[in-house]
């Protein structure tokens, strides 16, 4: 099967402009959500509300100064608590935070219930956009998130629309 591309397009800048600023300051990070979906697909596959990325939470100040640099603007919310949002020409980067805990496991710090990402080190594959190789989080992880749809309709509806088209686009049933 051919690897596609997501086509670099003003609808793509802002995606390409967060992936940029982050590899260039050599961050771990990791997209995931919708344009995850859209880099492993190889083409816009709905409208998205913002631009999902993990990042570490020892990081947060190495994150700022990348994305600052970069021309993103930090939005913080009064309930920040699992991350935090930056905004650039019209779009919203929604960062969470991550953190490798006691027994190796990368984690989402939910006070009282860790959400456990990963059993040792958090994969990752470059997945082509333009001139770019945007890292993303791995398919199987991705394709797992998404099986269990969120339970509002709005989010639920996307996780259905991201799977069948993750599924369609890689053979996965």
Not at 125 to 132: A, E, S
Request: proline share 6%.
């Amino acid at each position: 099967m051919d690897d596609p591309s997501l086509e670099l397009t003003p609808r793509t800048a802002a995606l390409a402009s967060a992936a940029d600023a982050l590899e260039s300051a050599g961050l771990d990070h990791w997209f995931f959500g919708g344009w995850a979906v859209d880099l492993w697909v190889g083409r816009l596959t709905r409208p998205h509300d913002d631009i999902d990325v993990l990042v570490r939470r020892v990081d947060e100040a190495r994150v700022h100064d990348a994305l600052t640099a970069a021309g993103w603007v930090h939005t913080p919310h009064d309930d920040d608590l699992l991350g935090t949002t930056y905004a650039g020409d019209g779009d919203d980067l929604q960062l969470t935070f991550v953190e490798t805990d006691g027994a190796g496991r990368v984690v989402v710090p939910v006070p009282g219930q860790p959400v456990v990402l990963s059993d040792g080190p958090l994969a990752h594959v470059r997945r082509p956009l333009g001139h770019l190789g945007v890292r993303v989080v791995a398919l199987e992880m991705l394709i797992e998130g998404k099986a269990s749809a969120r339970p509002d309709d709005e989010g639920g509806a996307k996780d259905r629309a991201d799977l069948a088209a993750l599924r369609e686009a890689h053979g996965r049933g």
